[in-house]
C-alpha cells in the first residue's frame, strides 16, 4: 500500500524529495514553518531554481498526492515515514549545526501517535541518527524499533541535476536496523526498482559516513588535480593532457579531474570540514582531509593573486570584467563561490569590477553586502570595508559584453556555456586591455592569442 509520507523542510533537499517521492506514487506533505513558502509551493511555483523541477510539482500537486502545509504536528501524526531534510548549517568551529535536526526530532516525538519510520535525508555527522533515535525515545517513551525506527538515507544530489539525479541515482543507501523499516523504505523506493538501482543497506554510522566519505574524495580528487594544474603550469607541462592519460586508467575515470579556482557550493565545503571534525571529536587523525580544505581556500587565493599579477602586478584603478559570480554553472548558488575571494582581493587592492553571472547576481549582491541567506561568504572583519568599496567600485553588469566594456582584463570565475562560445573579436573591441584569464580553462588560448590578447589558463602551455 502506497504509504503516507512528511517531508519536514522544504530547502533544497527537502523539495526535491517531496515532489519526487510523489511522482514514485506516495502521498507527500512537504512540511516548513513559513507560510508564505507554503503558499508559493501549494501554487505551483518552486522556491528555488532547478532543471524540471516546476513541471514535476505541477504534475504531483495536481495528483493530489502532494501538498505543503506549515502544521507540522498534524502531517506528522497521519504520516507513516517522516523525512527528515532540514538544514544543517556549519557552525562557526565547522561542526555541522544539528538544531534543526533536533527540534525536529522533539517534534516527532511529541507527535508520535503511531509507529513511523524517520528518515535522515539532511547530511548530518556520524552519530547523529542515534541522538535523533535518542530525542525521539525520550520525547515519546516510545522504544526505538518498536514504537519507532530510525533511517539513514543521505541524499547525492548535484545542484542544477537534481531532478535528474534524484530519478536516475547511482545508488541508493539505506541505514536501517530493522526489517520494519526496511519494508517500509523498499515501499516507497519501488520504483526505482525497474531502472535496477543499485540498493547498499548498511547500519546508521556506515550510512553517514558514506555521504562524507564520497564528497571528502570528490572534493581530494578536484583538489589534487588543482595543485598537480599548478605544478604543470610551472614546469611548462599541460594539465589537460595529462587528466586525460590519468583518466584512461579505469582505476582513476576522467571524472572531476577538471582543475579551476577552487571548489564551492553547499556540500564540499561542509562536508570536507565535518569530516575533520569528527575525527577530532573521535580522536582520529583526518590531516589528509584538513589540508584539502586549507589547499582549497589556497586555490581560491592563488587565483585571485595570479589575476594581479597577469594584470601587470597591481590593479589599483584598473577595471577588471568578473565573468560568473556562482560556485558552477547552470546554479544561482554563490555559496563559498571562488568569485566571492576575488572580487574581495580586487576590490581590496583598489580596482573597478565589472561583474556579470547569468543567474548568480542577486544572491552575489547580498552575499558582498553580508546579508541575505548567502552573508556567511565574507570575512566579517572586512565586511564593512568590502561592502564600502563594493558600492563604490563593484559594478553589475546585465550581460558579458556591457561587463566587458573598458575594462583592462577579465577573469572567467564560472564555466557558463555563454562564456565558452565567447565573441572575441567583440570582446576585443570592448575592452581597453588585451588580458585574459581563463579560470576554468573553456576557452581555445590559440584564438584568444590569434585575437591579440595575453591568454593564461590554470595549467596549460601559453601557446605561440
Ligand atoms: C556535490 C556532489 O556532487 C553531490 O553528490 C552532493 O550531494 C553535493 O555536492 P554540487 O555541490 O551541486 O554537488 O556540485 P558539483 O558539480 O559536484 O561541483 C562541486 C564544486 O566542484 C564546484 O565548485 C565545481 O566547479 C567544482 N569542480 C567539480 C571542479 O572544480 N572540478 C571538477 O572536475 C568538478
Not at 505541477?58 to 505543503?68: H, M, S, V
Amino acid at each position: 500500500m502506497a504509504k503516507k509520507i512528511a517531508v519536514l523542510g522544504t530547502g533544497y533537499v527537502g523539495l526535491v524529495t517531496s515532489v519526487g517521492l510523489a511522482d514514485f506514487g506516495n502521498t507527500v506533505v512537504g512540511v516548513d514553518l513559513r507560510q508564505d513558502i507554503v503558499d508559493t509551493l501549494n501554487g505551483g511555483t518552486p522556491t528555488i531554481y532547478e532543471l524540471g523541477l516546476e513541471d514535476y510539482l505541477q504534475r504531483n500537486l495536481a495528483t493530489g498526492r502532494l501538498t505543503f502545509t506549515s502544521a507540522g504536528g498534524a502531517a506528522i501524526r497521519e504520516a507513516d515515514i517522516v523525512f527528515l531534510a532540514v538544514g544543517t548549517p556549519p557552525a562557526a568551529d565547522g561542526h555541522a549545526d544539528l538544531s534543526q535536526v533536533e527540534a525536529a526530532a522533539r517534534s516527532i516525538g511529541e507527535n508520535l501517535t503511531a509507529y513511523k519510520v524517520v528518515v535522515t535525508k539532511s547530511t548530518v555527522p556520524v552519530g547523529t541518527n542515534r541522538r535523533v533515535q535518542q530525542i525521539i525515545a525520550e520525547t515519546s517513551g516510545a522504544t526505538p524499533g518498536e514504537g519507532f525506527s530510525v533511517a539513514s538515507n543521505p541524499e547525492f544530489l548535484r545542484e542544477g541535476k537534481a531532478v535528474q539525479d534524484f530519478f536516475h541515482p547511482d545508488r541508493i543507501v539505506l541505514g536501517v536496523e530493522d526489517d520494519n523499516a526496511r519494508r517500509y523504505l523498499e515501499d516507497i523506493y519501488r520504483a526505482l526498482n525497474l531502472i535496477q538501482t543499485p540498493f547498499v543497506w548498511c547500519n546508521l554510522e556506515t550510512a553517514e559516513l558514506i555521504k562524507y566519505a564520497s564528497n571528502a574524495f570528490l572534493a581530494t580528487k578536484i583538489t589534487f588535480i588543482n595543485q598537480m594544474a599548478n605544478l604543470a603550469e610551472a614546469a611548462g607541462a599541460d594539465i589537460h593532457t595529462i587528466a586525460r592519460s590519468m583518466g584512461m586508467d579505469g582505476r582513476i575515470s576522467p571524472k572531476f579531474l577538471h582543475p579551476g579556482p577552487g571548489y564551492g557550493g553547499s556540500c564540499f565545503p561542509k562536508d570536507t570540514k565535518a569530516v575533520v571534525a569528527t575525527g577530532d571529536a573521535l580522536g582520529v587523525d583526518m590531516s589528509l582531509i584538513r589540508e584539502v580544505v586549507h589547499a582549497n581556500n589556497e586555490q581560491k587565493r592563488i587565483t585571485a593573486t595570479k589575476l594581479v599579477r597577469l594584470m601587470g602586478g597591481g590593479v589599483a584603478g584598473k577595471t577588471v570584467a568578473v565573468l560568473g559570480l556562482a560556485f558552477k554553472a547552470e546554479t544561482d548558488d554563490v555559496r563559498e563561490s571562488p568569485a566571492i575571494e576575488i572580487v574581495q582581493e580586487l576590490l581590496r587592492q583598489g580596482a573597478q569590477v565589472r561583474a556579470f553571472d547569468p543567474e548568480g547576481i542577486e544572491n552575489f549582491r547580498t552575499a558582498v553586502l553580508g546579508e541575505g541567506p548567502f552573508g556567511g561568504g565574507l570575512d566579517p572583519q572586512l565586511r564593512g570595508e568590502i561592502a564600502d568599496a563594493a558600492a563604490q567600485r563593484l559594478l553589475y553588469c546585465q550581460d558579458e559584453f556591457a561587463a566587458l566594456e573598458g575594462a583592462d582584463g577579465m577573469i572567467i570565475v564560472t564555466e557558463w556555456n555563454a562564456f565558452r562560445n565567447l565573441d572575441l573579436e567583440r570582446a576585443a573591441q570592448l575592452m581597453t586591455g588585451r588580458v585574459i584569464f581563463d579560470a576554468r580553462n573553456v576557452l581555445d588560448p590559440a584564438q584568444a592569442q590569434r585575437h591579440g590578447f595575453t591568454y593564461a589558463g590554470v595549467g596549460r602551455v601559453a601557446p605561440g
